[in-house]
Each structure stands twice: as C-alpha cells, then as structure tokens.
C-alpha cells in the first residue's frame, strides 16, 4: 500500500507543480515584458485562464503585480501540501507553517525556474547559437534580466561568457537557504 501512496503522491505533486509553473510564467512574463504575441506566452495564458479569470474579477492587480495569478499559485500549492498529507496520513499541519512553506515553496519554483531558463539558454548557445524559435525567445525573456548584472561585473574569458556559471550558483544557494527556512510542518 506504501508503494500506491507513493506513487498517487508524485503524480498529484508533479501535475501541481507544473501547473504552478505555468502560473508563475504567467506573473513573471509580464514583469519582464515578454511578448505576448509568442504562441507559447499564448499557450500559457489559455490554459491558466480559466482559474486566473474569476480570481481577477474579485482581487484587482496592484501596480503591475498580477495578485489574482499570485493568489491562485498559492492556494494550489497550499491545497497540493494538504493533500499530501492527508495521502501519507500525516495529520494537517497548522496554517501559519503551511502558509510560510507555501510562499517558500512559490519562491523556490521561481528560482527553479529562471534557473533552467539560463541553463537552457546555455545548452542552446552551444546546440543552436542563433537560432530563433518561441521557445528561445521565452528562454531568453526569462533569463536576460537575471544574467545582465553578472555580465557587467564578471568579464568573458578569451570570448567565453562565464556569466551564467556564477548565476546559476548564486540562484541555487539562494534555494538550500530558503529550504533551510521552511518552518516544521508537523
């Protein structure tokens, strides 16, 4: 029964966890102002619209922050947490941890996610430097505005733009720190 648990457990966190992505492309894409023209920004914006629209009608945006994507993002992790526990039959954690957990949790996927970004970008700078497809274009929207302040301040060597490297380390560090800060939830 442990194996069924486990196994209903990662399918639950994994389809969670990639729809929070596309929730969370859906409130970086415009801070960084990618187009929205890309078929991919496209595709994201259908298929988080259903839960994003209703939301919106009740909390407005605040400046340019998208409070009803936020929102959604944190009560689907919020709910995917309880869940969890409740499969594993751990009694419910308190709200106040589970809430902290969730916010960290939301930030670490946003980590997450402009960490592939660069690293993606990285790949296909080696794969196809000049190419240009969606895919890239949305790579590229995500991961410039984090790789510009290392590349003022880290010079290339003989050509070779090290940037990315020490991006990708600063924003791992910044994940075990977080980890490190998720209150017990038990």
Same mark, same amino acid.
Do not use: C
């Given at each position: 029964?442990?194996?069924?648990?486990?196994? =209903?457990?990662? !399918?639950?966190?994994? &389809?969670?966890?990639? *729809?929070?992505?596309?929730?969370? &492309?859906?409130?970086?894409?415009?801070? &960084?102002?990618?187009?929205?023209?890309?078929?991919?920004?496209?595709?994201? &914006?259908?298929?988080?619209?259903?839960? !994003?629209?209703? /939301?919106?009608?009740?909390?407005?945006?605040?400046?340019?922050?998208?409070?009803?994507?936020?929102?959604?993002?944190?009560?689907?992790?919020?709910?995917?947490?309880?869940?969890?526990?409740?499969? *594993?039959?751990?009694?419910?954690?308190?709200?106040?941890?589970?809430? =902290?957990?969730? /916010?960290?949790?939301?930030?670490?996927?946003?980590?997450?996610?402009?960490?592939?970004?660069?690293?993606?970008?990285?790949?296909?700078?080696?794969?196809?430097?000049?190419? *240009?497809?969606? !895919?890239?274009?949305?790579?590229?929207?995500?991961?410039?505005? /984090?790789?510009?302040?290392?590349?003022?301040?880290?010079?290339? +060597?003989?050509?070779?733009?090290?940037?990315? /490297?020490?991006?990708?380390?600063? +924003?791992?560090?910044?994940? !075990?720190?977080?980890?490190?800060?998720?209150?017990?939830? =038990?």
């Amino acid at each position: 029964m442990s194996g069924l648990r486990s196994a =209903v457990a990662f !399918i639950i966190q994994t &389809l969670a966890q990639l *729809y929070i992505l596309l929730l969370l &492309l859906r409130f970086w894409l415009p801070w &960084l102002r990618a187009d929205f023209r890309n078929p991919v920004a496209q595709g994201i &914006l259908r298929f988080t619209s259903p839960l !994003i629209l209703p /939301v919106r009608r009740m909390v407005p945006s605040v400046w340019r922050l998208d409070t009803a994507t936020i929102l959604v993002a944190f009560i689907v992790q919020f709910l995917t947490l309880v869940v969890l526990a409740l499969i *594993y039959s751990a009694p419910v954690p308190h709200p106040l941890p589970l809430a =902290v957990t969730t /916010v960290i949790e939301l930030i670490v996927l946003s980590l997450n996610l402009f960490f592939f970004a660069i690293l993606i970008r990285v790949v296909l700078s080696w794969v196809a430097p000049h190419a *240009y497809n969606p !895919i890239t274009a949305l790579v590229t929207t995500l991961s410039e505005p /984090v790789l510009r302040p290392f590349r003022r301040s880290i010079p290339s +060597i003989g050509g070779l733009d090290i940037s990315p /490297v020490f991006a990708l380390i600063l +924003i791992q560090a910044a994940v !075990i720190f977080l980890g490190h800060l998720k209150p017990p939830l =038990v």
